[in-house]
């Protein structure tokens, strides 16, 4: 046994340089933009062993960097061992190949883009998923094709028989088309599962199910609130892009009302536009959602930066006209004074804390109170052969009374206006039950706790 030693099997991170390029147009610095790049990085297991930065007016066209940072780069690498090299912004495909031709294999060269990417590709669980990064992966590669034939381009200058093909370019082109024609197929199919998901999502619509969407920076705690909103066991973990995938979970409001709750992909700055155009389909859950949840990490320094960012995308995929509420999530994580300076910049936000559970009954009323907005109070009279819109009025309505007479079901109800026009043929005569209603409902808000949440209690 003294003879043989063990050896770690575990994988090996690999060693990155960072390079950022201060052009002094955005509204993040160099220096935070950086440091998300390192946390990306870090979450597709790397080991950040250097952060190079240079100020300049514009990006050198042929190496985005100065010959001069280019040549202390080539020693950094040398020096440090490294073997990738990830630039925050993005490379046009001959930049990526001027720097991997100086800087020398088997170093990589890559951009914020093709990270972010191989992330995507990381996370990606369900079948749509994967081929929605499939796509955002192709359409970044196809412009990088090049160079890999040019042994066969040699052969040309030679004369011969079998000169005149151009295999170099022949085998180019053949690549080329192969990417494409899978681009068009995973297009395709794409197209197939967004009609599948449209047919579900007017399912819910006509169901006349209220649909609340989680939008927010990558790692704001979406699927902690899920989780907490719904009591379900969405994954989560402390890392950028942990989900990918949309989560739908039913809940049941105090009120009766059913209700869903869609976890989406979180959002970055700098998000690549083809990962936005294939993620369309998902994203289109956002787009069809009543009330959108904006997430926001309160205890980040950059989460006014981080709204905007998310806003950008919303406003990107259609979605900015939709009524939303901002959560500022993580409140556990800041002090009263912070919070009360959060909820200056935000006085309309709900202050919660998914992990441990605060305000989330005060965010429950919130949701409650939005989903009854322009709803009308009725009194009807449900036959008891009518079990189906039995079922409904209690599923999509707010039940404020109900008894069970002679002839049927007799409630008064806050139901939608869509709901309102399926009840219509059978409101009972009077208006006591709607007086009666209404008094109640003011008695509700008459007095609230801590949370916001009304209470019979003066």
């Not at 869509?418 to 808000?445: C, I, K, N």
Request: aromatic share 4%; glycine share 8%.
């Amino acid at each position: 046994m003294g003879r043989f030693k063990p050896h770690s099997t575990a994988p090996v991170p690999e060693r990155a340089i960072l390079v950022g390029v201060d052009l002094g147009n955005s509204e993040w610095s160099c220096e935070e933009s950086l440091a998300e790049l390192a946390r990306l990085a870090e979450t597709d297991g790397a080991e950040v062993v250097l952060i190079m930065t240079q100020r300049l007016d514009a990006p050198v066209p042929k190496t985005f960097i100065g010959k001069g940072k280019v040549e202390e780069l080539c020693s950094y690498v040398r020096s440090l061992g490294a073997d990738v090299v990830i630039f925050d912004d993005e490379l046009s495909p001959s930049q990526q190949a001027n720097l991997e031709k100086i800087v020398g294999e088997p170093v990589k060269i890559i951009d914020r883009t093709a990270l972010i990417l191989d992330i995507f590709g990381v996370h990606a669980k369900t079948h749509e998923g994967r081929l929605q990064v499939q796509l955002a992966q192709l359409q970044y590669v196809l412009p990088r094709l090049r160079g890999m034939w040019s042994h066969l381009v040699g052969e040309q200058t030679r004369g011969g028989i079998g000169s005149r093909f151009g295999q170099g370019e022949s085998q180019l082109e053949v690549d080329r088309r192969l990417i494409r024609s899978r681009i068009s197929t995973l297009r395709r199919e794409l197209e197939r599962l967004e009609r599948r998901r449209g047919v579900q999502s007017k399912a819910r619509w006509d169901s006349g199910v209220y649909r609340v969407a989680l939008v927010g920076y990558t790692n704001a705690g979406k699927s902690t609130l899920l989780n907490r909103l719904t009591g379900s066991d969405v994954y989560v973990r402390d890392e950028l892009f942990a989900t990918l995938d949309p989560t739908t979970r039913a809940l049941d409001l105090d009120e009766g009302r059913k209700i869903t709750v869609t976890d989406t992909v979180g959002f970055i700055q700098k998000l690549p536009t083809m990962l936005v155009e294939s993620f369309k389909s998902t994203l289109a859950e956002v787009r069809a959602a009543d009330l959108v949840l904006l997430v926001v990490d309160a205890s980040d320094p950059h989460r006014e930066l981080q709204i905007e960012a998310v806003r950008a995308v919303l406003a990107e995929i259609g979605a900015d006209s939709i009524r939303s509420v901002t959560v500022l999530n993580k409140c556990d994580a800041l002090g009263p004074e912070e919070v009360r300076q959060a909820l200056v910049a935000h006085p309309d936000a709900q202050v919660v804390s998914a992990l441990e559970g605060t305000g989330v009954r005060g965010l429950l009323y919130r949701i409650a109170k939005e989903a009854a907005a322009g709803s009308v109070t009725m009194t009807v009279l449900v036959p008891y052969e009518k079990g189906l819109l039995m079922k409904m009025v209690h599923e999509r309505c707010q039940v404020i009374r109900e008894s069970y007479v002679q002839g049927g079901l007799l409630a008064t109800v806050k139901a939608d206006e869509r709901m309102a026009r399926t009840l219509g043929p059978y409101a009972a005569s009077g208006d006591a039950g709607d007086e009666r209603a209404h008094g109640q409902e003011d008695g509700l808000v008459e007095h609230v706790d801590d949370e916001g949440v009304p209470t019979d209690e003066p």
